[in-house]
């Protein structure tokens, strides 16, 4: 399994309040580049969404869950079917009648990962984010890199954030935006060292 996490970013790594929902006073930035940058598929998710489960934080759950059960499109299908977890220390419950297949996470969100055998994908959330960027669990960032300079706002890697090395695995323009995917680079084990109790 693998844990993926998606976010709309500008050039300067803000990640804060890209729709406007929280009326911050630069929100929405996201969305001033029209429809072709944000609709659909962009981050490429497929039948990750298909097989995997989505874990939210509850800002984000909330927000989605008044923006996806009204939609149709064959995107909206798949946000509406997956599996989705709610990490959130003041719902008391997730209700399914509001957004489908939505279940309140009973624990806390790093031993839920850890736990996991299906593909995890992280949208928005950072507070979720946080917690599994500083446990070493994020194996795949897919982001949506807008062309703006914010200059203040939450950050996915703040300066005194842990240390990561990643490798680029895709980059393409979609509309205003450019789409990247960086996975975790690969760890070497032990160094062998002959004539120690290395060799085998």
């Known amino acids: 399994m693998s844990v993926i996490v998606i976010e709309f970013i500008t050039l300067d790594g803000i990640v804060s309040d890209p729709d406007g929902s929280a009326g911050t006073p630069l929100g929405g930035w996201a969305f ?8 659909g598929d962009k981050f490429r998710l497929g039948r990750t969404l298909d097989e995997g489960v989505l874990l939210l934080g509850r800002a984000t759950w909330q927000l989605f869950s008044r923006l996806w059960p009204g939609r149709d499109d064959p995107f909206a299908a798949r946000m509406n079917a997956v599996p ?9 419950h997730a209700d399914t009648s509001v957004w489908a297949n939505s279940r309140l996470l009973d624990g806390d969100p790093v031993d839920a990962v850890k736990r996991e055998r299906r593909d995890v994908v992280i949208t928005g959330s950072l507070s979720v984010v946080d917690r599994l960027m ?8 897919r982001l949506l890199t807008f062309p703006t300079v914010l200059g203040t706002g939450r950050r996915l890697f703040p300066i005194d954030g842990p240390h990561a090395e990643l490798e680029c695995l895709a980059a393409e323009q979609a509309g ?6 960086y996975r975790r680079a690969a760890r070497g084990g032990p160094r062998e060292v002959p004539g120690t109790l290395n060799e085998r």
């Open 32 to 39: 001033r580049h029209g429809p072709e940058a944000v609709a």
């Open 84 to 92: 989705k977890l709610v990490a959130s220390r003041t719902l008391t």
């Open 134 to 141: 500083a446990a070493d669990l994020v194996d795949e960032y």
């Open 176 to 181: 205003a935006a450019v789409f990247v995917r």
